[in-house]
């Protein structure tokens, strides 16, 4: 366990904004890695993709482990904390790797291409099933991504690999949607994302639901409504749940005491930090850290 938060930054092997490999590539090009385990816990600083295609794999994301079978997909969004078991090995597959800059601006930043529920980990679940798909998959196209990846002309290679990951993307939407809350506004989602990105700014700061109502420049009483009907939390709750997982993202991935860890996360006394943490997870962090 390191001193400092273990963030692996997008590094392709190319100039490319997108990797795609394999997964034997994948666990080939992991076990030759020296910056960083990548089969123990680290934060990723990148978007990432793992469609199976035959086997089954379980995959660790903050904290749960994810089930993939033939045809799912998992989707690990930047910042989140993960790793890969050694039954990666075992698994046939693809990894598609996503540099953040790439994705933010010409998807959730985009007004053309806004994704407002995938890479939203805290309204959907990250992993779609082929049973989801209905009559649609992932496979086909993924396998056409990658053999657009690997073909050595280069000529347009950069948009076509853009063309096909725009498809990728927009049917996962797709799926997200179509199982989505009903009743839940476009407008409101993309108020939902500002205050999400705001509060992932912020949360050291402040913890206070009002001061984030009034920076939106909406009422509470409106954030509270969108939150509530988005995640079926008040936004309070939202807000200590997400603080939570910072907490024990630290707690998981670095060395640093109960007390760095309260200053780092807003509070003015490790104390505080202790009987929050306790209060909603109904253990301390140290228990917390010995039982990983």
């Known amino acids: 366990m390191s001193i400092t938060l273990p963030k692996v930054t997008y590094k392709s092997d190319s100039e490319s904004d997108i990797e795609v490999m394999t997964f034997g ?14 089969f123990a816990v680290h934060k990723i600083q990148f978007y990432l993709i793992l469609i199976v295609t035959e086997n089954v ?11 993939l079978k033939k045809g799912s997909v998992l989707f ?3 910042n989140q904390v993960q790793y890969f078991t050694e039954d990666f090995k075992n698994v046939k597959g693809f990894c598609i790797v996503l540099n ?9 930043l985009s007004k053309n291409n806004n994704l407002n529920r995938l890479y939203n980990y805290h309204l959907e679940n990250p992993v779609i099933h082929s049973e989801e798909m209905g009559n649609d998959e992932f496979i086909g196209v993924v396998e056409k991504l990658y053999f657009e990846y ?86 309070k709750a939202f807000i200590d749940d997400f603080v939570i997982i910072e907490i024990k993202r630290y707690l998981v991935t670095t060395s640093l005491s109960v007390k ?7 509070f003015e006394e490790p104390a505080n930090m202790t009987k ?16 990983l």
């Open 150 to 235: 690997m073909l050595p002309n280069n000529f347009a290679k950069a948009d076509i690999l853009r063309a096909y990951i725009d498809i990728i993307l927009l049917k996962a939407e797709r799926v997200k949607q179509q199982h989505a809350i009903v009743g839940v506004k476009t407008q409101w989602l993309e108020v939902f994302n500002e205050f999400k990105n705001m509060l992932e700014s912020n949360y050291a700061k402040t913890r206070s639901s009002r001061d984030y109502s009034s920076k939106l420049l909406i009422s509470y009483k409106f954030l509270n409504d969108i939150v509530k009907k988005s995640t079926g939390k008040t936004v």
């Open 260 to 266: 760095e860890i309260s200053y780092k996360t807003g």
């Open 57 to 67: 794999y379980s995959h660790y994301v903050d904290f749960k482990f994810y089930d």
């Open 100 to 108: 953040s800059q790439f994705l933010e601006q010409n998807y959730f």
């Open 276 to 291: 929050f943490f306790k209060k909603n997870t109904q253990q301390t962090p140290l228990k917390f850290r010995q039982k």
């Open 76 to 78: 690990v969004a930047k």
């Open 25 to 38: 590539e994948t666990y080939k090009k992991l076990t030759k890695t020296t910056e960083h385990n990548p």
